[in-house]
Each structure stands twice: as C-alpha cells, then as structure tokens.
C-alpha cells in the first residue's frame, strides 16, 4: 500500500513570503505528527494531532508556525513570513495506536528560504 | 525534562562490527527505537525493543538495553557500505516519540 508522502519535495521561497507543505498520511493512521530536521542536527519535534484530540503544538517555534489536519487525514503545515532559519527538511509521519506505535515517515519537503 | 543523546559520527571499516550508542532520561519510556535514514530519504524504522527487555536480536542487529543507566545500544554485525546512513535512537514519551540527534555511520573498503 501506498506511504505517506509528502509535497511538495522541494519548495524555494524568499524571506517573507508564506509557505504551505503537505502530508498524506498512511490511511487509516489517526496519529500524524511533523518534525523539522536542519541540517547537522536531529529530528525536532513540532506538532502532533491525534484523532479528533486537540493537537499538541508544544514544539512550534514560533507563531508563525501552524498546522491543521482536515478530516482526520491530510494535514497541511504553514509558515507565515518565512525566515532564513526556517530552512530545514520538514518531515510528516503517520502512525496507528496500540502495539510499538511505529512511525512511518514520509520523504520530507527540503525548505530553502533565501 | 526528555533529552535524547548520540554521538554524531562513527567511522568502520567494512566488515567489522559497528556499536551506535545512545542515553536517553526518560525512565518511564515503554519502548525505545532506532530509525535509519537514508540520504535523502525518511526515516525508517530498523528495530525497537520494549523497556522490560534487555537485549533483542534480528539478523545482523543487536540491541541492547541498560535501563539503571538509561543506555541503548545497536550493534550491526558484518557491516557493509548499505549501511551507511544516519541512525536516529528514540525513546516513547507520552504520546509522541523523543529522537536522538542521530549518528551518522561512515563505513569504508
């Protein structure tokens, strides 16, 4: 069956100017969370929707940073006024509840904001 | 608060064992993980174990578990340039999984 993926791979965008990044989870998965990787360092963490819970946004960075899922599937991630220090690897990954809980990821969109 | 620690790089020649090492502080974790990610790609999951184990082995991989001093552990047996990659440790919070900074394995000829 299909992953979840992720559009678009890449997005260049100037400082200032908002950005939308998109994931598909896997279907059926009612966890979705997104990470940003920079480079040189490790996964951060930065929201996580579950079900129909409210979503932990405890790993935003800034407001400038948001996230809905629709539908308990496709969730999109916006960056209003984009920064040079926003550019990183922005990764989704889905999972089920229960059992070791794996995380499927995603490809990642690679953000450039210049 | 949850941090999870890795040593960023770790050089072997091809054949030899490789040990990836991480320390975690969340004693509570039910299971721990470790993630491969490939250049340019996600990340995958490898293997885990759950925290009342204190070893699982599968195939070429070995992991190895201390919970007194909160230590993980991979061990890839015979190891070859495919596994060349960044390998990320994780442990599960609460509701969300807490990485490493991961550890990228360089192995040569």
């Known amino acids: 069956g299909a992953g979840v993926s992720q559009s678009p791979s890449n997005k260049v965008t100037e400082k200032g100017k908002d950005v939308e990044l998109r994931c598909d989870p896997i279907?059926?998965?009612?966890?979705l969370y997104w990470y940003r990787q920079s480079l040189g360092q490790g996964l951060e963490f930065l929201i996580y929707?579950?079900?129909?819970?409210?979503?932990?946004k405890s790993g935003l960075p800034s407001d400038r940073f948001s996230a809905e899922r629709t539908g308990g599937s496709v969730s999109t991630l916006t960056i209003q006024r984009t920064q040079q220090e926003d550019s990183a690897v922005y990764l989704c990954?889905?999972?089920?509840?229960?059992?070791?809980?794996?995380?499927?990821f995603g490809p990642g969109t690679r953000l450039t904001v210049l | 608060g949850e941090d999870v620690e890795q040593s960023l790089f770790l050089s072997v020649r091809e054949g030899d064992s490789s040990v990836i090492n991480c320390t975690y502080t969340?004693?509570?974790?039910?299971?721990l993980y470790w993630y491969k990610q490939e250049p340019g790609a996600g990340l995958q999951l490898l293997t885990y174990?759950?925290?009342?184990?204190d070893m699982k082995q599968d195939q070429r991989l070995t992991v190895l578990l201390n919970k007194k001093d909160k230590h993980l552990s991979l061990r890839i047996a015979d190891t070859q340039t495919g596994d060349s990659a960044i390998y990320f440790c994780a442990e599960r919070g609460t509701d969300k999984l807490i990485f490493g900074t991961g550890t990228r394995l360089q192995v040569f000829p």
């Open positions: 969340d004693s509570s974790s039910t299971y």
């Open positions: 990954a889905s999972s089920s509840t229960g059992g070791y809980n794996e995380q499927f």
């Open positions: 279907s059926g998965h009612t966890a």
């Open positions: 929707f579950q079900g129909n819970s409210a979503p932990d």
């Open positions: 174990i759950f925290s009342n184990m």
